[in-house]
């Protein structure tokens, strides 16, 4: 199993701030996939990212992935008020798939 | 448009039984295959079971195995998780989400459904 570390627990930032969520995974592994929601309370979870770097439908340029190995982030380019959320990283492609327990951005 | 509804939470008993179901619609459910999440109050989000577009290959996560069946109606464009022998550490919001072909992962997620168990 990949368990997946995520850090830091939070980030307080200003909007038009740049930040960097990193996401750790336990070991390396050549089958799977890192993707990235983000997930406000009472919302359903919304896919940001798919395989490790490809935005999903509809979401913005200011959103981007990157990593390989064990080491993979999601960075956040000019921060808008609606991206105050939790953002997850996901492992998935193989059983079991696993989460990440979050970051939350939020408000400086 | 792409929905997913999902139904059947409540108040339950430790050692309980509820069914969650998930009605698709906007999309040929049959050709894909669909996945539980959940979240526990003030945790993150836990991946729990997932199954294919037949429903011949179902999977678990090690903390539900043997107590959740994962089940389709491909008839009625319906998921369902069956919930056996529930534990106080099962309470969470319960997710049905559809996975993007062929791998994954999860692009449209239902609003959930709220699952507590307490005597």
């Known amino acids: 199993e990949i368990v997946l570390t995520q850090s830091p627990d939070t980030l307080s930032v200003s909007p038009g701030e740049r930040v960097t969520l990193s996401c750790t995974a336990s070991?390396?592994?050549?089958?799977?996939?890192i993707a990235w929601y983000q997930h406000k309370a009472g919302q359903a979870p919304r896919l940001l990212i798919l395989?490790?770097?490809n935005r999903a439908a509809g979401i913005p340029d200011r959103f981007s992935g990157s990593g390989s190995g064990t080491d993979f982030t999601l960075t956040i380019d000019r921060l808008e008020p609606e991206d105050f959320a939790m953002y997850y990283c996901?492992?998935?492609?193989?059983?079991?798939?696993?989460f990440g327990q979050g970051t939350k951005v939020e408000i400086k | 448009e792409v929905l997913l509804l999902e139904s059947g939470g409540g108040l339950v008993q430790p050692g309980g039984y509820l069914r969650l179901s998930c009605v698709a619609s906007?999309?040929?459910?049959?050709?894909?295959?669909m996945t539980w999440v959940r979240q526990a109050p003030g945790k993150g989000l836990e991946w729990v079971s997932a199954?294919?577009?037949?429903?011949?290959?179902?999977y678990y996560a090690d903390s539900v195995k043997g107590r959740f069946t994962i089940s389709r109606d491909n008839s009625k464009d319906t998921l369902y998780l069956h919930l056996n022998t529930l534990r106080t550490d099962d309470a969470a919001v319960y997710f049905c989400?559809?996975?993007?072909?062929?791998?994954?992962?999860?692009?449209?997620w239902g609003q959930g459904t709220l699952v507590a168990v307490s005597s």
């Open positions: 989400a559809r996975e993007q072909p062929p791998y994954g992962p999860n692009d449209y």
């Open positions: 906007g999309f040929n459910f049959r050709a894909y295959s």
């Open positions: 199954i294919n577009g037949d429903g011949g290959k179902t």
């Open positions: 070991h390396s592994f050549w089958r799977g996939y």
């Open positions: 395989r490790t770097s």
């Open positions: 996901q492992f998935y492609g193989v059983s079991p798939w696993t």
